[in-house]
């Protein structure tokens, strides 16, 4: 890889869901990234100690490369736990329709249940498809007011969220 591109970072992360740094050895490059994912864990140092432990071995820079899915409490304790120990990180995700767990929510449609009921639905023969399935102009609807409901002037922020993230308000 370094003989076609000596400059770019390296992220590398470990086994079982980026989580399991067993696997690595010294680094084979000074440019490279080691990253990890957790989600719905304690905030205490236990839960990233081995990554604080393998960055001071090898002296390499570590990200949490995915978090998020929890509360603004829970969020704002594991941004900092993260940022305490020289950590870059990365929550996501970003919109989520009609939940606070992200940056800013997507209104629902008022057509989406159908959708949800569809997919809900057993589809075991297709029959079971054609009774559940709702009609062509329904289905087209429910996307593209999704769609259109996906425009960021159209989402509503998540103050709490934001403001866990030690970002600015938005207003």
């Keep these: 890889m370094r003989e076609v591109d000596p400059n770019h970072i390296v992220f ?11 696997i690595f050895g010294p680094p084979f490059d000074a440019k490279t990234v080691y990253t990890f994912h957790k989600y719905w864990c304690d905030t205490t140092q236990a839960m990233v100690q081995e990554y604080a432990d393998f960055s001071k ?6 990200w949490m490369g995915e978090s998020g899915e929890n509360s603004d409490e829970w ?15 990365c929550f996501w995700p970003y919109k989520k329709m009609d939940a606070k767990s992200n940056v800013v929510f997507v209104k629902r449609t008022a ?3 159908s959708i949800i009921t569809f997919a809900n639905n057993p589809r075991t023969t297709y029959e079971d498809i054609r009774k559940a ?21 159209n989402c509503a922020p998540n103050e709490g969220y934001i403001r866990a993230l030690g970002l600015k308000d938005v207003r």
């Design 75 to 89: 969020i704002g304790g594991w941004r900092r736990l993260n940022e305490k120990n020289n950590f870059g990180w």
């Design 57 to 62: 071995k090898y002296n390499v820079p570590i």
């Design 133 to 153: 399935r709702p009609s062509t102009a329904v289905i087209k609807k429910a996307f593209a007011d999704y769609l259109e409901n996906c425009k960021f002037k």
């Design 12 to 22: 590398l992360g470990g086994a079982q869901w980026n989580n399991n740094f067993s």
């Design 111 to 113: 057509e989406w249940d």
